[in-house]
């Protein structure tokens, strides 16, 4: 699976001009260079017949943390996951298809309470164990149900859980509470890399050592440096690669060499210096420099819900609905990507990405409108001070919001939004402070009356994950994370409940529909960009892929001379 | 002799378990803890309930004086608890990072000591005042420069540019070089600043002015008379720079993005890994301990007064 290389470097060639103007650089040579670079790279791209060998350098911003597959949702930690396991279904990232993988053909009942999934033959883990139904049972028992003794907590994508049964080595039947229609996704995700049965009965303390993660994917871990580095191994025997993603052999480098270098400078010096071949995460800043000399920014898309910042309606001052709708036309998004970000970055549409399952179009809702945002103020009786800031009561509209460290550039990012706010008369104290202080903040909604959020997972059941309470909670209602809230929105619920449990797909997306529509009516949150994940890449290393949220694919990696 | 080794070993132990102590209250005192910092970050989706399950397994929310105990008695028996972030046993974490950062920190130390010997002797025998104020003022440049820049700096220059250092796959001789010159220039200037001022005061003193008189070259009289008394500030300025050496390391570290206690303790700082941040405090207690008590079995040895009873000298 590659990237449709031509129409991406054109628009990337497009987005550096910008950046570079409103840099106010000089444009000339590093106009012609970025020409260059750009035609180069693309028709260094065409040719292509993968060659087996060498040892990819990659560097990772941050150390893994735990490797327990659920815990794949930290970035670092499915860099590696990705390349070491192997799971039940493959999310085509062009399609967003459920393809078979370690599961050759699935059957579902109506109404998705029961799932059958048969196994392909033949597939074994790193230390020789075949992957059979008992595996993949005992892999998904954990996932669901957690395991108490051990200190396994239950994965994110799995809802509704009940149990397995193995019905013959090669069979194995999933059952549910209710319907769990977002379930034939979840055996895509990154949190549900299938690992050998006796990596399960660790203690869930001692999985950040990798070594003890043995999976059936195309490289093995072989050795560690914790905190530092990690090698990874191909696996010659490997021959169970997704059919539609090029090749099921062996993949073709014979190692991945990861490093974790924290400095954004030394990551992308070591890049341009020829001292490194892959690296994650730019910011946009960077992009114009990687580019200039020829190397290719990979951009993928996070597919859920968009970069964003939330209200917590238990808050008094956003608890009016005026006020909400206010801020949200005071917000311009386009002026943020256009100032901060680049063309990978594009301004959000909707509640979750352009390419994510189930979106709809709601720009209209998201206009930029400070004369109906100054209206809406006045009409809900938030008068202009001495000082520029409006009051009503004696009290001032001064909202704070914590920065959100792994989100990109959120602290310029929020503190443009406060200039935004201030021009209607709105103030936002942009907070930094230790992640204890900023987490227990966040808990309180009279501290923190909006918080920035995202969630990346190609399915419709991304904006349950973000919204209802007890999953993430970014809007804090009664029952979730905050003990003592009283604020909640029933009908929100209960659209977001009918989402998880609809098995019809054709109606679930129409749901997905609804909700985004009734979130921005509500304006409980307003969406800022679509997330990428964004990468950098030396023009020899080809065949880079990327599965449905943007974590990288090492498998059909393969490096042409330089 | 034993009787004061005795001494400092039980002022020792009265050291270790008040920086213990201090370090647990005041990581307690710090709002949210590891747990909270781990589990409740949203990319884990974790629900109410199970968060709350894992606070009780961690024993996370049991009374202070249990919690102290328990530490304490774990800490006694060489077991300092698990690492919330890394998911691994903290013993796991200093045995990976204890050697690096001693191998940094020695090899800085060596550095420094002999770049402030040669600035302070630089600028006291340079032939021309101009040339001497200005090598004086070096100590205070190196000072001024901050470590992070520095390190930049020089991998920007070294390994980038002129390409003479690879900063990715280095030879373990390579990996040093660059790590070493950063950590070691904050450590030079204030050993090189003491140096020259007590250079310069010593060679005031009449003794000096005897050998000089005798016919010895200022150079001899320098190194042979001079250094010896003016090594004692040294040292003892050498025992407080253990606490500049570790700061540079949690810089030196991250910046060169290799592995060691400092990355360590800025990573357990950032997310409140409670029990590896109190198995750093108690080993830097005990890094300082052992150095104040090299320091002072070694100052007799380079100046004999010191082994005198404090009476006889009256």
Excluded at chain 1, 120 to 129: I, N
Excluded at chain 1, 208 to 217: L, P, Q, R, V, Y
Excluded at chain 1, 545 to 553: H, K, L, Q, T
Excluded at chain 2, 82 to 94: C, E, F, I, K, M
């Amino acid at each position: 699976m590659g990237h449709p290389c031509g129409t991406r470097v054109e628009k990337e060639a497009n987005v550096s001009l910008q950046s570079l103007a409103l840099l106010h650089r000089p444009l000339g040579w590093g106009l012609v260079a970025l020409l260059l670079g750009s035609v180069s790279a693309s028709t260094a791209i065409a040719q292509d017949t993968p060659i087996e060998g060498g040892t990819l350098v990659y560097l990772e911003q941050q150390a893994h943390t735990n490797l327990y597959p659920p815990a794949g949702g930290f970035y670092p930690n499915s860099g590696i996951l990705n390349q070491i396991t192997d799971k039940l279904t493959w999310q085509n990232p062009a399609t967003l298809e459920i393809e078979p993988w370690l599961a050759e053909s699935w059957q579902t009942n109506a109404d998705a309470t029961e799932y059958v999934f048969k196994l392909r033959p033949g597939v074994t883990f790193s230390d020789g164990t075949p992957l059979d139904a008992a595996a993949v049972a005992k892999n998904f028992d954990t996932f669901g149900l957690g395991n108490k003794d051990l200190g396994y907590p239950v994965a994110e994508a799995i809802n509704n859980y009940q149990g397995s049964e193995v019905i013959d080595p090669l069979t194995v039947k999933f059952t549910f509470k209710a319907a769990a229609p977002g379930f034939l996704q979840a055996t895509s995700v990154i949190g549900s890399g299938i690992v050998a049965p006796s990596v399960l009965e660790q203690p869930y303390d001692e999985l950040g050592d990798a070594t003890k993660i043995i999976g059936s994917g195309p490289f093995v871990v072989e050795n560690e440096v914790l905190g530092q580095s990690l090698n990874l191994k191909v696996r010659e025997d490997y021959a169970w690669g997704p059919p539609n993603i090029g090749h099921t052999g062996r993949a073709y480098l014979d190692g991945i060499q990861l490093i974790v270098t924290p400095e954004d400078s030394v990551r992308i010096g070591a890049l341009l210096s020829g001292q490194a071949d892959f690296i994650r995460q730019i910011q946009a800043y960077d992009e114009a420099q990687v580019e200039a000399q020829g190397y290719l920014i990979h951009s993928a898309p996070t597919r859920g819900v968009n970069n964003n910042v939330t209200f917590r309606p238990e808050n008094p001052i956003v608890a009016d609905i005026k006020v909400r709708q206010a801020l949200t036309a005071a917000t311009n998004a386009g002026e943020i990507v256009s100032t901060l970000f680049s063309a990978h970055y594009p301004q959000a549409t909707s509640v979750i990405a352009s390419t994510a399952a189930g979106y709809v179009d709601l720009s209209d809702k998201l206009a930029f409108d400070p004369e109906k945002a100054k209206a809406l103020l006045d009409k809900a009786g938030w008068v202009v001070g001495a000082d520029g800031i409006r009051e009503k009561d004696g009290v001032k509209l001064e909202l704070s919001a914590y920065e959100s460290l792994p989100q990109p550039q959120n602290r310029a990012t929020l503190q443009l939004l406060s200039q935004q706010w201030a021009a209607v008369g709105a103030k936002l104290n942009v907070l930094a402070g230790d992640s204890g202080s900023a987490i227990q903040d966040n808990l309180d909604p009279l501290k923190t009356p909006l918080r920035p959020a995202m969630v990346g997972r190609a399915d419709p059941d991304v904006i349950k994950s973000n919204f209802y309470p007890t999953n993430r909670d970014s809007l804090l209602q009664k029952g979730g994370t905050n003990p003592n809230a009283t604020w909640e929105d029933p009908a929100l619920n209960e659209l977001l409940l009918a989402i998880a449990a609809e098995p019809d797909t054709k109606r679930r997306l129409e749901l997905t529909a609804d909700v985004q529509a009734y979130l921005l009516d509500q304006a409980y949150v307003i969406p800022i960009f679509e997330e990428p994940q964004v990468f950098a890449g030396a023009p020899y290393v080809r065949g880079i892929g990327f599965d449905a949220v943007a974590r990288p694919s090492f498998y059909n990696v393969w490096l042409a001379p330089r | 002799m034993t009787t004061t080794i005795a001494t400092r070993f039980g002022q020792a132990v009265l050291v270790l378990l008040l920086a213990f102590t201090a370090s647990f209250l005041l990581l307690q005192a710090l709002p949210g803890d590891a747990i909270l910092i781990k589990y409740q970050n949203p990319e884990m989706g974790l629900s109410p309930e199970q968060i709350a399950g894992i606070r009780l397994r961690y024993g996370a929310d049991a009374p202070i004086w249990a919690q102290y105990g328990n530490t304490l008695v774990n800490f006694l028996q060489g077991s300092f608890g698990y690492s919330v972030q890394a998911g691994v046993p903290v013993n796991t974490v200093l045995a990976a990072n204890a050697w690096p950062t001693l191998r940094l920190a020695s090899l800085g130390v060596v550095v420094a000591v002999l770049l402030a010997g040669l600035v302070a002797f630089a600028a006291t025998l340079a032939p021309f005042n101009w040339l001497r104020n200005a090598l004086q003022m070096v100590p205070s440049l190196m000072i001024s420069v901050p470590v992070f820049w520095l390190g930049i700096m020089l991998i920007q220059l070294f390994s980038f540019r002129l390409r003479l250092v690879p900063i990715i796959n280095p030879s373990e001789f390579q990996a040093l070089i660059l790590p070493v010159a950063t950590l070691a220039v904050p450590i030079a200037a204030p050993l090189a600043q003491i140096l020259i001022r007590s250079l310069d005061e010593i060679e005031t003193q009449p003794f000096v002015a005897v050998a000089r008189a005798k016919g010895a070259s200022r150079r001899f009289v320098l190194w042979h008379h001079v250094l010896r008394n003016a090594l004692l500030p040294v040292l003892t300025i050498a025992g407080v720079l253990f606490g500049e050496l570790l700061a540079g390391a949690v810089v030196t570290e991250t910046v060169f993005g290799i592995n060691g206690l400092g990355r360590v303790t800025e990573q357990a700082v950032s997310n409140q890994d409670t029990a590896v941040l109190q198995a750093i405090v108690v080993l830097a207690a005990l890094g300082f301990v052992l150095i104040n008590l090299f320091v002072d079995l070694l100052a007799p040895l380079i100046d004999p007064r010191l082994n005198r009873p404090v009476g006889a000298t009256a």
